[in-house]
């Protein structure tokens, strides 16, 4: 790996965690189920958000994020599908009623399986048209042409191992037993302030 291939990786990891930093869908999304549900099910979650930006990933070093970008009717189609999925999230968000009970019982009964926790956040990544764009700009503008393919999989392996970082971490602390417990009793109040926040975001992603 020469010198502009260096300073191209050191650059796109660091643009990267920038924009992994930055409030989203996929950061409501691991802070709803943080501080909702237990820590396997946030760890899940985020785990669910980086196994989808390797979707991502995947079509763009394949050739195919330029032909989605410049296909409209498929681009569109992604585009609405992401905005459906965080409309749906959001509605639901939004309707949730609030409990009777606040017991390590009800928590339990509340609580997510791994399989679901880790769906919501692969689909809000994979189906977010904003993550595609921002890769295929940094593909196309900071990586060098004719880049060998074993480093290509060095840039994606540092993207998702940045996503699933800085979003364990995410989950890790805002997952605590404590930190949940101070949430309890406004458990719906969550639910529909990111709910308004997905709601929000799909409206943005659909006129983007």
Not at 34 to 49: D, M, P
Not at 129 to 145: E, N, Q, R, V
Not at 185 to 192: E, L, T
Request: charged residues 10%.
């Amino acid at each position: 790996m020469d010198a502009t291939q260096i300073n191209s990786l050191v650059a796109v990891a660091s643009i990267v965690m920038v924009s992994v930093i930055s409030p989203g869908p996929d950061f409501a999304m691991v802070m709803k189920n943080s501080l909702l549900y237990s820590r396997r099910t946030a760890f899940f979650t985020a785990f669910g958000i980086s196994v989808g930006i390797l979707v991502h990933l995947a079509y763009i070093l394949l050739g195919l994020g330029l032909v989605i970008h410049e296909t409209k009717w498929l681009f569109h189609l992604l585009q609405y599908a992401g905005a459906a999925y965080l409309f749906y999230l959001g509605t639901k968000g939004i309707l949730a009623k609030k409990g009777t009970l606040h017991t390590h019982v009800q928590q339990k009964h509340h609580e997510i399986n791994s399989f679901k926790a880790f769906t919501q956040g692969f689909l809000t990544n994979a189906l977010n048209p904003k993550c595609m764009l921002f890769l295929l700009s940094l593909f196309t503008t900071l990586i060098p042409a004719k880049t060998p393919t074993l480093t290509l999989s060095l840039y994606g392996a540092i993207i998702f191992l940045e996503t699933l970082l800085w979003f364990g971490f995410v989950a890790f602390c805002l997952s605590g037993a404590r930190t949940r417990a101070k949430f309890t009793g406004v458990r719906h109040w969550i639910d529909r302030v990111t709910g308004a926040i997905l709601l929000g975001l799909s409206v943005k992603i659909l006129f983007f």
